[in-house]
């Protein structure tokens, strides 16, 4: 059977590739689907270096090159965004099908805390919370932004 496009499914920050368990259920009979547990998420190793977009996109060109995945559309979910992002930046277009942004917040850098300055205030707060218990940062996070009851 020839199958579609292969559809890469990137998770957003702290997740791994089970957050995509729906996608890969309805797109694998068609696609070749690739997804992983980007470097210091899911089951991955944890590190302290090169947890950039721009590392990322290069781990990722190194997955897609190693496994022979060719013109793929890469799904980018939230801190994935840039990831993409990073990766287009660096490799370009020319070997990819197209790209799908999920759910990302759109940045717009240091001019966005001079116009927000509360909001920009109040992330700051949360990354002290996240230092200081970072289970209960990604509960708050996961009950902020998925709305349904999930089961566990």
């Known amino acids: 059977m020839n199958k579609g496009l292969p559809i890469v499914f990137i998770p957003g920050w702290s997740t791994g590739a089970d957050i995509w368990r729906n996608q890969i259920d309805r797109f694998g009979s068609n696609h070749r ?3 992983f547990d980007p470097r ?5 190793t944890k590190t302290l270096d090169g947890n950039t977009p721009e ?3 290069a781990d990722l060109h190194e997955l897609l090159t190693r496994e022979n995945v060719r013109r793929p559309v890469l799904v980018g979910w939230s801190q994935a ?8 930046l660096k490799y370009g277009t020319k070997d990819i099908s197209g790209i799908a942004l999920v759910d990302a917040a759109v940045s717009d850098g240091a001019a966005g805390i001079a116009e927000r300055p509360k909001e920009a205030a109040f992330q700051f707060d949360l990354f002290g919370t996240y230092l200081s218990d970072q289970r209960a940062y990604l509960r708050g996070m996961f009950r902020a932004i998925i709305s349904k009851p999930q089961p566990a």
């Open 81 to 88: 965004a840039q990831d993409v992002a990073a990766y287009v």
């Open 40 to 44: 210091s998420q899911g089951r991955s």
């Open 33 to 35: 689907i690739v997804s």
């Open 55 to 57: 590392q990322r996109a």
